[in-house]
């Protein structure tokens, strides 16, 4: 199998692990994701009815308003927050999102993520250490 190693910034701290879900579109945390589901609800993204429970969730960021602490928290009462987030563009709403969350969190790679994990992939994150262990699924 083969194991590549991204390194980035700890936006949150933790440990996590679990298979990736990747999307190049930004998610909206207002009316954009259904919390008691962890699914994204907005009809034209490609993640339309797809769950992020559990999962490291890779993707651009937020889009919309500040919804995304509601949301977020929300989805992590209810169990079905993803397990750690991995993003690429900073903002305040994926900034809230992630501090109330509570998830391992990462941004700032020395690689492009979308270069490299692959929704299925199994990932392990070290967010104090800014490391993501991805390890290709087996085609």
Do not use: Q, Y
Not at 13 to 26: I, K, S
Not at 97 to 110: E, Q
Not at 121 to 132: F, L, N, P
């Amino acid at each position: 199998m083969t194991r590549v190693v991204l390194h980035g910034r700890c936006v949150v701290g933790g440990h996590a692990e679990g298979e990736a879900l990747v999307t190049r579109d930004t998610i909206s945390g207002w009316g954009g994701v259904d919390a008691r589901t962890g699914s994204v609800t907005e009809l034209r993204h490609e993640l339309h009815d797809t769950s992020f429970a559990g999962k490291v969730l890779v993707f651009p960021g937020a889009k919309g308003s500040s919804g995304w602490s509601g949301t977020f928290h929300s989805a992590r009462l209810w169990g079905t927050a993803p397990a750690a987030m991995l993003f690429t563009v900073m903002t305040t709403k994926i900034a809230l999102g992630a501090v109330v969350t509570r998830v391992p969190a990462l941004t700032d790679f020395d690689r492009n993520p979308f270069d490299v994990v692959e929704t299925g992939d199994w990932v392990v994150i070290d967010a104090e250490r800014g490391e993501a262990s991805i390890t290709k699924r087996s085609s």
